[in-house]
């Protein structure tokens, strides 16, 4: 997930961006029911999110 430039006008403060990464990692995890996110990190406008894969018993 990028912000684009337009967007870093509007500040997000640390708990709006956490929430908004938070519902992003479980919108993820529900589209991809055999990964899970095993850690959010946040960089310079810049979203990473980890998945790793669980084996469907």
Known sequence: MKINKRNLRILFDKV????????????????????????????????YICFRFIKKS
């Open 16 to 47: 709006t961006i956490e929430k908004r990464v938070e519902e992003m990692a479980i919108e993820l995890s529900n589209k991809f029911e055999n990964k899970k996110p095993i850690f959010i990190r946040g960089f310079k406008w810049e979203f």
